[in-house]
């Protein structure tokens, strides 16, 4: 019994230097010291002992178990520690690592919104906002487009009820600044309108920009001047602007705009069909009609308008063949426009 003692203590002590990690250890603990354990199984043993020898072999019995237990106790210490070691080594963090994240880039159209804004508050245009839910009067009747008017198949309308609707384009603006504001007036208008409307050159919904002076004496050849300076800036110096005559029921007379053709330089491309030139907007003096509807006398003031869209001048600018590239945000498109 004195030699099992002594040997299964020295077995414990090979057992322990063994262990590589806690979950081993904690093992070996039980194996030993368990209830069921090797050496908790010798104590059991001790009723067979000569009672001469009991307490002797008693104490022994104790001292081996106490040896033991400092054993595990060191080296379970010690394991912890490599172990702590080990762990905040793994979870490290390298502060000097470069940052992966990637940065965004402006939207095409803000961008060209933003170019845009730019040019006018030159001329001393004041930029405004408005709401994008409207009502029929502002929409259609105050700029003059009743209800039975032809125009209004021209801007299919997306109804949200009772009499309101979700604006076709910016021109409401004009019928709201001059309701509520005196001449001289001079602003711009970029917001979001909508229409029922989708195919590779139009989304339901798009961007406009509205602008619209009103003054003592204004003339179409003040408007001519304006978008001169607009084209030219927008798309270069060498950019030629024609004016066309067309109809829009709030202006009279009006026009349509085009521009030289930016890509062939006028020649003619698959870009202006061939024809050298690309229309970018419509225009015109105010109907004085418009002027009396929103309570301003035509007979000492006028004025001239201009409305576009900014998918369309962003599409020709950048050579976009179809709007949906605009509003499907699609990164490997978007960055290209830094
Ligand atoms: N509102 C017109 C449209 O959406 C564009 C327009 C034409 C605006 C002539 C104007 C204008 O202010 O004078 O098609």
Redesign the pocket.
């Known amino acids: 019994m004195f030699d099992k003692i002594k040997s299964l203590v020295a077995k414990a002590k090979d057992s322990i230097a063994e262990a590589s990690d806690s979950n081993v250890l904690a093992d070996v603990k039980v194996r030993f010291l368990g209830r069921n354990g090797e050496y908790t199984g010798i104590l059991r043993g001790l009723k067979d002992a000569s009672p001469e020898d009991r307490p002797t072999l008693g104490k022994l019995i104790n001292e081996g178990r106490a040896q033991i237990e400092e054993m595990f106790k060191e080296k379970e210490a010690q394991l912890k520690a490599r172990e702590q070691k080990l762990k905040l080594a793994a979870e490290r963090i390298d502060v000097t690592l470069p940052a992966k994240s990637e940065l965004g880039s402006i939207h095409p159209l803000t961008l060209v919104k933003n170019q845009i804004v730019d040019i006018f508050i030159g001329l001393g245009f004041e930029v405004k906002e408005g709401p994008e839910i409207e009502t029929d009067l502002f929409n259609f009747q105050l700029l003059n487009i009743p209800e039975d008017h032809p125009a209004r198949d021209?801007?299919d309308t997306f109804y949200v009820g009772n009499n309101l609707l979700l604006r076709?384009?910016t021109?409401p603006m004009?019928a709201h600044t001059m309701k509520s504001e005196r001449p001289p007036i001079r602003i711009l208008v970029p917001g979001k309108v909508y229409r029922s409307d989708d195919d590779a050159t139009h989304s339901p919904i798009f961007n406009?920009i509205?602008?619209?002076v009103i003054d003592k004496g204004v003339s179409l050849s003040h408007l001519k001047g304006t978008l001169e300076i607009f084209a030219k800036s927008l798309f270069g110096e060498e950019t030629k602007v024609r004016f066309r005559p067309s109809y829009?029921p709030?202006?009279e007379p009006?026009v349509e705009v085009d521009v030289s053709c930016a890509m062939c330089g006028g020649k003619g491309c698959s870009l202006c069909k061939g024809t050298g030139w690309i229309e970018i907007l419509?225009?015109?003096v105010v109907n004085p009609q418009v002027l009396v509807n929103c309570g301003i006398d035509p007979e000492v003031y006028s004025g001239f308008?201009?409305?576009f869209g900014v998918d369309r001048i962003a599409m020709i600018k950048y050579g976009i063949p179809n709007i949906r590239a605009l509003y499907e945000n699609d990164v490997r498109f978007l960055k290209q426009y830094k």
Do not use: C, I, K, P
Request: hydrophobic share 35%; net charge negative.
């Open positions: 021209m801007q076709t384009h021109s004009q406009q509205e602008g619209l829009f709030f202006t009006s419509g225009a015109g308008a201009f409305g």
